[in-house]
C-alpha cells in the first residue's frame, strides 16, 4: 500500500476529512470541495479550479491522477477538461481540481462536495535517445484511425 501524506492549507476545513475510498473495491478516492466561503456556480460550459485544501507528499515513483466523477458526468454534464490530470511527487501546493460544465444548465459546487477521485500510480520514467532511425512496425506512420473504425 501506497502512503501519502496530507497537511491542510491556511483556512481550509480539515472537518471534511482526508481522501477516502468509499467502498472496499474502489479504485478512486473521493476528492472533495474544500469552499469554507461559499459555493461556486459554473455556467453551461464554464470552468473553474476547485480547491481541496489539501497539500501532499505522494512518493517518489508515483503520481496522483485526478478524475472526473462519473455520476456527476452523467447526471450533470460535470468533467475535468484535463483528465486524467497528474500530481506529481514533488509539488507540494494546494491540489486543485479543474472542473468544467458541459451541462445545459448551471451547476453548483458546494463546500464538501465529492467533485472528484484520485488514484494512486507508479510512474516509469524513460530514457531519451536521438537515433538514425526508427525500426519497422505493422502499422508504420498510420495516423488517427489508422487501425479501423471498429
Not at 11 to 32: I, N, Q, V
Not at 91 to 106: P, S
Not at 130 to 142: I, P
Amino acid at each position: 500500500m501506497v502512503q501519502i501524506k496530507c497537511t491542510w492549507a491556511a483556512g481550509a476545513d480539515s472537518a471534511l476529512g482526508l481522501p477516502r475510498y468509499e467502498t472496499a473495491g474502489a479504485a478512486g478516492a473521493d476528492l472533495r470541495a474544500n469552499l469554507p466561503d461559499g459555493p461556486v456556480t459554473l455556467a453551461p460550459m464554464a470552468r473553474a479550479l476547485i480547491s481541496t485544501g489539501l497539500h501532499m507528499e505522494i512518493p517518489q515513483g508515483f503520481e496522483v491522477q485526478v478524475r472526473p466523477r462519473s455520476g456527476l458526468a452523467l447526471k450533470h454534464g460535470i468533467t475535468l477538461p484535463n483528465s486524467p490530470g497528474t500530481i506529481d511527487s514533488d509539488y507540494r501546493g494546494v491540489v486543485g481540481v479543474i472542473v468544467l460544465n458541459t451541462g445545459a444548465h448551471a451547476f453548483e459546487i458546494t463546500h464538501g462536495m465529492r467533485v472528484a477521485q484520485m488514484v494512486a500510480a507508479p510512474v516509469v520514467q524513460a530514457t531519451f535517445l536521438e537515433v538514425e532511425a526508427l525500426g519497422d512496425s505493422a502499422r508504420a506512420s498510420g495516423g488517427f484511425g489508422s487501425t479501423g473504425v471498429n
